[in-house]
């Protein structure tokens, strides 16, 4: 055994054969590795090992299994430089500390060590690799639609209730997260038609709001409890409803439907059919409640509510029965969102999966102005877009949502109403 | 009996912890935003994540600790004016998004694999990176230390009756304590009489003198190696001294006030609570290293601090600068019209409040990791329900509620897991379950006890 190293050293290996390294002690050292993965070995590929000057030291070409190993008999730097791939591939570029000179990886090689350079192989269309920047860009429109609107979904709810109560209510994603639980638990374990279970989800989401405005809001109002106090109830709530989520279901990822939808092109736009259904759902949604605000009654006597609750009280509105209402459909429309969000957009629902969004909530309904149900659709557009767009333009990985974040202090600074509210409603 | 004894223990283990004490100093710098000025920061944690990068990333760049602590307060002072100057003088719901959202973009940005090399990405700056410095101004010396050194083990060879006889004598001093003090706040509570400042001088130089006494001596009764360094022994005078100080100060006051009998109750409740204490570590006594990375000597630091923040904001919120933080929280409208600048008032509370926000952070990563994680939205909301629970716009409220608060849920966590059985809720369920307790506790006390344990209801309208 201690003599196999050594005749491997000794009688140079034929440059083509996969050599398996030994590594000794004080003596030898290894740098191995597989072009491809051990699922997709990519063969045919020329590797070459530089030493830290870039003088090459060894080279071979890989066969079917796509490994590579070079035996060196000095410690210290070493560049690993992968020639031509085949078609639809490319090296991926190796952490930072790791790249070496003309696309080459660096390795650092201790004797008696086996080491294995940074070499990952995807395919040229892999995620943003490939498409043009253009196309890249129109994908990230697309999805920041498709988030926009379901963001919407919740905002325009949120706004609501903030312009009736002059609430903000931090407990509103955990209506959305309880929109995608009650989806699961009615679709996914009780087996339910996923159309009937939307339906069913977004009725009982509904009631939640009736519920909760029967059982706490409205005695508190009645008390006359401060806006504060009020905002700190719904951080307790928040706070317990997360925590609930985990209690009954776990703290794991849950698909709503076990199955995928099938991803549908149009031109260089890539999504799920569900995400398009999911769009249209949200916007046909919004379009009624729009309709319903501006058109009808109830929605004059809403609008009348946010403007001033004393005086639409005196002038003969039910203000009680117009905020209960408003929470039914507040509630109702966060947990459709909460649905979509789950089927679309982070393909299932956790226990903070709303509050990953409930900062976006906020951002959208203040850059929209706070209490404006217009403006917090508009903002949600805008938050929705500037998120999935942050990305491409060169925002790195959770640094997207901060960047939402930016925009809010930024807007907040220069116009604090937000775009479509009113100066006298601040400060 | 035993599983009641070792939930017990366990709380007290958590009511002591480091962590317990950190984010009591954020609690009380909440305080000052929230209680005093009425201010809604709900981005505390941001400022204590702030505060922790700022001392440990510095110390990881071999700068002295306590320019590394300057540093932690610098960049929490930016982030202050970073957040104030947009939104204090908008309607408070503004600053909540905008504090809230800025603690997240901090804590996103620290566990960004771009800011590797400084916050160490998700994974965080380990402890022993930056724990060094501190550790080494220890004067506690080697060895472990059990508290008290004279407890139940040594009556009557630790007999079971000894601990019962312990932990009913803890609950009658502190029926008692509550009580006496009940009784004081119904007939409008004890004067405290005013020192003469010839008095104050003397007990001030009687406190540095056996401050500087008990720093040459202790450092030798505990036999160090540790504590030749000029810093360690400056660290262990001031603490000296301070202690002392206390002591001192307390004394005196409780022999000025036995003169009356509004004096003698407080004096007797104040006696009540120290026997409590004494009987907490006799009923269970607590050992661990004196110095190591989880042992006294950072249990003792963070807990010196507390006290020390607790003595700051007592003597800011009595200052005129005080009542003005008062006025602005009651009446804007009227504090302008007096002439004052409210933006510049709200602005000093913010940097102050966030100032001991940061110095939270910096504690309560003593004994672990910097890791953004761990300092995220709920550790915020925690520090709210602990506020409201201990009573806003009070000295000792952030510290009695922060500890009721991370003991009660241990408490409950440990009682569930103990009585509840398994086919109820599984293990993993009754850490939920405690917080969900929190949660709902939360919303119960805003609503029905807003002012909390120790607060006044009048002084509690805060509505912004």
Same mark, same amino acid.
């Given at each position: 055994m201690l003599l196999a190293p050594l005749a491997l050293l000794m009688g140079a290996p034929p440059a083509n054969a996969v050599v398996l390294c030994l590594a000794q002690a004080d003596q030898t050292g290894c740098v191995t590795g597989t072009v491809g993965n051990r699922a997709n070995p990519v063969e045919g590929v020329d590797v070459t090992l530089l030493d830290a000057d870039g003088v090459e030291v060894d080279s071979l070409t890989t066969e079917a299994d796509g490994k590579f190993s070079f035996q060196v008999t000095e410690a210290g730097d070493y560049f690993v430089s992968v020639g031509e791939l085949p078609d639809g591939l490319e090296v991926r570029p190796p952490a930072e500390r790791f790249q070496? /000179?003309? *696309?080459?990886?660096?390795?650092?090689? +201790? $004797?008696g060590g086996s080491v294995s350079p940074d070499l990952n192989v995807r395919s040229v269309d892999f995620d943003a690799g490939g498409d043009s920047f253009g196309d890249q860009i129109i994908q990230s429109i697309a999805q920041g639609l498709r988030l926009g609107l379901l963001l919407a979904l919740a905002s325009v709810g949120l706004s609501l209730i903030y312009g009736t109560t002059g609430l903000s209510n931090f407990a509103h994603a955990e209506q959305v997260t309880l929109g995608g639980m009650v989806a699961y638990g009615l679709c996914n374990v009780a087996g339910i038609n996923l159309w009937v279970g939307i339906v069913l989800t977004t009725l009982i989401c509904g009631f939640s709001g009736f519920l909760q405005d029967f059982v706490m809001w409205k005695p508190l109002r009645k008390r006359g409890l401060g806006l504060t106090q009020m905002m700190i109830v719904t951080i307790g709530l928040s706070l317990a409803a997360q925590y609930a989520f985990q209690f009954f279901v776990g703290a794991s990822q849950q698909k709503v439907v076990v199955r995928n939808f099938d991803v549908v092109e149009l031109g260089p736009i890539r999504l799920t059919g569900m995400s398009f259904v999911a769009m249209g759902v949200a916007l046909v949604a919004i379009a009624i409640v729009g309709y319903v605000l501006l058109y009808t009654r109830v929605g004059q006597a809403t609008r009348?509510?946010?403007?001033? /609750?004393? $005086? +639409?009280?005196?002038? *003969?509105?039910?203000?009680?029965?117009?905020?209960?209402?408003? #929470?039914?459909v507040a509630a109702g429309l966060a947990g459709l969102g909460g649905v979509f969000y789950? !089927?679309?957009?982070?393909?299932?629902?956790? #226990?903070d999966t709303g509050m990953q969004i409930l900062l976006l909530l906020f951002a959208a309904v203040t850059l929209g102005g706070l209490g404006t149900a217009f403006g917090a659709f508009v903002g949600a557009i805008i938050i929705g877009l500037v998120v999935e767009l942050a990305g491409p333009l060169g925002a790195p990985g959770d640094l997207k949502y901060a960047v939402a974040l930016v925009i809010l202090i930024v807007l907040l600074m220069v116009r604090p109403q937000g775009l479509l509210g009113r100066a006298a409603r601040v400060g | 009996m035993d599983t009641i004894l070792s939930i017990l223990n366990a709380t007290l283990r958590e009511a002591i912890a480091p962590n317990t004490a950190a984010v009591a100093i954020a609690v009380i710098g909440l305080n000052i935003h929230f209680g005093f000025t009425g201010l809604l920061n709900i981005g505390q944690a941001g400022y204590m994540l702030l505060g922790a990068y700022g001392m440990a990333i510095s110390i990881t760049y071999d700068i002295p600790l306590l320019f590394a602590v300057l540093i932690g307060f610098v960049v929490s002072f930016v982030f202050s004016l970073i957040l104030g100057l947009p939104t204090l003088k908008l309607r408070g719901d503004y600053l909540a998004i905008v504090t809230i959202s800025a603690a997240e973009i901090v804590r996103y940005s620290g566990r960004l694999a771009a800011f590797e090399d400084f916050t160490g990405g998700s994974q965080g700056i380990f402890g022993k990176d930056y724990q060094g410095p501190f550790i080494s101004l220890s004067f506690l010396g080697s060895g472990r230390l059990t508290l008290l050194e004279f407890n139940y083990t040594d009556v009557a060879d630790g007999a079971r009756w000894v601990q019962v006889l312990g932990l009913i004598a803890l609950i009658g001093a502190i029926v008692g304590?509550? !009580?006496? $003090?009940? @009784?004081?706040? @119904? @007939?409008g509570g004890a004067v405290l009489a005013p020192t003469s400042s010839t008095v104050r001088s003397a007990l001030v130089a009687a406190a540095l003198v056996l401050g500087a006494i008990l720093t040459v001596v202790v450092p030798a009764y505990a036999d160090r190696d540790t504590a030749t360094d000029i810093f360690s022994r400056v660290v262990a005078f001031v603490i000296f001294t301070s202690i002392v100080l206390a002591v001192l100060f307390g004394g005196q006051a409780a022999y000025a006030a036995w003169k009356t009998s509004k004096g003698r109750k407080a004096v007797l409740a104040g006696a009540l609570i120290i026997f409590a204490v004494l009987a907490i570590f006799f009923t269970f006594p607590k050992t661990y290293d004196r110095t190591g990375v989880d042992g006294w000597w950072v249990r003792m630091i963070a807990w010196f601090i507390v006290g020390l923040s607790c003595a700051v904001v007592f003597l800011l919120v009595r200052s005129p600068w005080g009542r003005l933080l008062r006025g602005v929280r009651e009446d804007e409208d009227a504090m302008r019209s007096l002439g004052k600048n409210v933006f510049a008032i709200k602005m000093q509370a913010l940097i102050i409040g966030g100032m001991f926000g940061s110095l939270g952070g910096m504690v309560y990563v003593l004994t672990g990791t910097v890791q953004a994680d761990s300092m995220g939205r709920s550790l915020t909301f925690f520090a709210y329900t602990a506020l409201l629970l201990g009573g806003a716009a009070t000295i000792f409220g952030p510290v009695l509620g922060t500890i009721i608060f991370f003991s009660a849920r241990i408490l409950i966590r440990e009682a569930s897991g103990a009585y509840i059985p398994d086919a109820i809720m599984t293990n993993s369920q009754t850490e939920q379950f405690s917080y969900v307790v929190v949660g709902v506790g939360l919303m119960l006390l805003v609503i029905f006890r807003p002012q909390g344990i120790l607060g006044n209801k009048r002084e509690l309208r805060f509505n912004v």
């Open positions: 070496g /000179p003309d *696309g080459s990886i660096l390795v650092t090689v +201790a $004797l009348a509510v946010s403007d001033n /609750p004393a $005086l +639409a009280a005196a002038s *003969g509105i039910d203000v009680d029965k117009i905020i209960r209402m408003v #929470w039914v789950a !089927l679309v957009v982070s393909n299932g629902i956790r #226990w | 304590a509550v !009580l006496l $003090l009940k @009784s004081l706040k @119904s @007939s």
